[in-house]
């Protein structure tokens, strides 16, 4: 059956019980010429741990767009961050929606099967995720909508088009079902104004009006799902679902006999302290009479504990307005800074607020050392300058953990810092810079602290950010009619809270921010008074920053020395020399890193000392100066520096043979003595000299010709 639904500016196209019917549920949908299946499996039996065992996979198929994967091996692999990054969005939008109690094991698959490049992937995806759900067995009060605002010469748009979002100051992607909002991600987009860059951060008002404006389009779009697959949806199955307090006898002899020990345990700062405590009281009221006269058995107990500990936390801070460790609600834990503490990297920052800690170090790079990433609504590779990566080992909240490659939570945090910061970076820099956070401890924040860190760790390395970025997260409690919003949260607010709502930007501002909402709905005026509330704490924040950006001290002997001029376009073929030969030699000799714009003329030289980049500079005006006799005979050398003409067609293909790789691309030789050169953008896997490519010729200059790959 096929459902057609025009909504939210945009005609989605649904064919339901077309494919994949022996999954629990399964929806293909179109919009454009996008096509994604969205598939629902669970399993018949549950787990014995209480927990929600959801699994999403969002997976792009690269004959979405008709090319085939490259590298060595020719099949989709490793799943790239955007993948990574919209499951994380899909399951941070569905999970909420579960029964509580539910412990089947779920998966949720999403295919991207046909990629239009003007429509937005992540909004289709989660749709199409909901839908599928909506229409399993597993019972579901209505399906979720997603929706993303832009902002375009001041006004609101929904659900723009790839290439209108690149115009827009805002991108703001909100998930809800009816009136209630789930998960919201926003950041504000830079932009050029008359020759000055934006960082157009947005206030809180405006932000507000946003998410209203975001939240009455996801309640059409969920009414008008649940109107259309209302019908089509499975019948319930006859599930069961774990119990909220598995033993009611238990809650009430803790609550007679332990309350003022778990409260002692409660306010122990860090996570693995908390829990040796727990632990404790558990392992006494195991001893206790009642409890061997009952058989009680350790598992419920712990179970039992835990969840009367929230109600522990919850009631003190709705009723005596007081945390655990005896802050004011609105209270910014203690921090201290300092930069510049490793001598020999670029810049750092050590940015310790409480009990979380962050190490956060910035390297410069060139053109090269961008990250390259390949995007199906993209046709060429993506370069990035700005990368920002977040580490989170075991050790920092005191576990004996394996070091593993970073996961979803990883990639998620340092993909927030990124976002957060990226606005106050000079969009054309001609360096690359990457940032490492390194969470050395860990009690809730540790996003927020990377964001702080990366703020000035970039300062700290000379780079002249537009303004200082701040962070901070924020919690919400809702207890029957009353409420309180939390500032700084620890992990155990966080853990035990209704709401997680990190907030970044400057002060005239917010850069980024990220909420998931656990406890379905919120007002607008409760959000309003969030924001207003993390305003104060961002403000409190960037004060004692702004004093520790004072006293940074560079290290200069460190920073890799850049270089920038211009030359004649035509003359940057001299400079590369045949099959790259000068420039390598030029590289080699003086330590330096080249990059050439063949279009503009650009010479960008970076390295490690003044006197290897000064050195360089010389040796290629030397070759500029003096190219114009390279192309006249010279006695009995004249044959060898004469060019010949070749003509090639465009489109015209060969199985090249790599003669050299250098920072900025590789060079293949064609035909009749000419190569051609592969622009680094192209390549994903790196070539060496001998191997054989199949490479198609894309434009003729002259005697300079560019390749990409077939």
């Known amino acids: 059956m096929q459902c057609k639904i025009d909504v939210n500016n945009q005609l989605e196209i649904f064919d339901i019980d077309k494919v994949a019917k022996q999954a629990a549920g399964a929806a293909l949908m179109r919009v454009g010429d996008t096509v994604v299946l969205a598939t629902v499996a669970r399993e018949d039996r549950q787990v014995e741990e209480d927990f929600l065992p959801l699994t999403v996979q969002y997976i792009e198929k690269m004959y979405a767009v008709g090319k085939i994967p490259g590298g060595y091996i020719k099949r989709e692999t490793k799943p790239g961050d955007f993948e990574t990054l919209t499951s994380r969005i899909i399951d941070r939008s569905l999970r909420p929606l579960f029964p509580k109690g539910y412990a089947y094991p779920t998966q949720i698959v999403v295919y991207v099967l046909s990629a239009d490049p003007e429509v937005d992937l992540q909004v289709v995806s989660l749709n199409a995720a909901s839908v ?53 991600e926003m950041r504000s987009l830079p932009q050029i104004v008359d020759g000055v860059q934006s960082m157009n951060e947005l206030p809180e008002d405006l932000t507000a009006q946003a998410i209203n404006f975001a939240a009455k389009a996801i309640e059409e779009g969920s009414r008008k799902y649940e109107e259309a697959f209302l019908a089509l949806k499975k019948p319930d199955a006859n599930l069961e679902y774990k119990p909220e307090i598995e033993d009611e006898n238990i809650a009430k002899y803790i609550d007679e006999n332990y309350k003022d020990a778990v409260k002692e345990a409660i306010n122990q700062m860090a996570k693995s302290e908390r829990a040796t405590e ?37 009631t003190q801070i709705i009723e005596e307005r007081r945390r655990a460790d005896g802050r004011a609600l609105n209270e910014v834990r203690p921090i201290s800074i300092e930069t510049n503490i490793l001598p020999r990297a670029h810049g750092s920052c050590l940015f310790t607020r409480g009990q979380t800690q962050a190490l956060v170090v910035a390297t410069l790079g060139g053109d090269s050392d961008a990250q390259l990433s390949d995007s199906l609504t993209s046709s060429e590779p993506i370069a990035e300058k700005f990368m920002f990566n977040y580490n989170f080992p075991g050790f920092c ?22 976002r957060a910061i990226f606005p ?114 961002r403000a409190h924040i960037l004060n004692l920053m702004e004093e520790a950006n004072a006293n940074i001290v560079i290290n200069e002997a460190v920073l890799p020395k850049l270089e920038i001029f211009s030359v004649d376009p035509s003359k940057i073929v001299d400079i590369i020399g ?27 030289i970076q ?66 003595g000419v ?27 002259g005697s300079k010709i560019s390749l990409e790959l077939v």
């Not at 229409?135 to 290439?163: H, T, W, Y």
């Open 675 to 701: 190569d051609g050169l592969l622009r680094a953008k192209f390549i994903t896997t790196p070539f060496k000299p001998g191997d054989v490519v199949r490479v198609r010729v894309t434009e003729q200059k």
């Open 424 to 537: 106050s970076i000079d969009i054309n820099s001609p360096q690359s810079m990457r940032v490492v956070s390194e969470i050395l401890e860990s009690n809730g924040s540790s996003s927020m602290a990377s964001v702080c860190g990366g703020a000035l760790s970039l300062r700290a390395a000379g780079v002249k950010t537009i303004k200082l970025v701040a962070g901070v997260a924020m919690g919400l409690i809702f207890e029957g009619e009353k409420h309180a919003i939390l500032t700084d949260i620890m992990g155990l607010e966080d853990h035990d809270g209704d709401m997680d709502f990190k907030v970044a930007g400057s002060n005239d501002g917010i850069t980024a921010l990220q909420m998931d909402i656990k406890l379905g709905g919120i007002s607008l005026e409760v959000l309003k008074e969030a924001l207003a509330q993390a305003k104060e704490g």
């Open 578 to 604: 045949q099959g790259g030969k000068t420039i390598k030699e030029i590289t080699e000799k003086f330590g330096v890193s080249v990059d050439l714009d063949r279009e503009k003329g650009e010479v960008k």
């Open 397 to 418: 909240v005191g576990e004996a953990s394996p070091l593993k490659s970073p996961g979803r939570r990883e990639l998620g945090h340092g993909n927030l810092a990124k």
């Open 132 to 184: 599928a759900l909506y229409l399993s067995d597993i019972p579901m009060k209505a399906p979720v909508c997603g929706v993303r605002v832009g902002q375009i010469d001041g006004e609101f748009v929904l659900n723009p088009s790839n290439s209108a979002l690149k115009k827009s100051a805002l991108d703001l992607y909100v998930a809800g079902v009816g009136d209630e909002l789930l998960m919201i």
């Open 278 to 314: 727990l632990n404790k009281i558990v392992d006494k009221i195991l001893t206790d009479e009642i409890a061997m006269q009952n058989e009680w058995q350790k598992d419920v107990v712990t179970n039992v504990i835990g969840k009367y500990k929230r109600q522990i936390i919850r």
């Open 607 to 672: 390295g490690a000392n003044k006197d290897g980049v000064d050195g360089a500079k010389e040796r290629i005006l030397s070759i500029v100066s003096n190219s114009k006799d390279f192309r006249k005979p010279r006695g009995d050398r004249g044959d060898r520096h004469e060019r010949k003409e070749v003509k090639f067609e465009i489109g015209e293909e060969f199985d090249g043979v790599v003669q050299s790789s250098l920072d900025f691309g590789t060079f293949i030789s064609l035909r009749d």
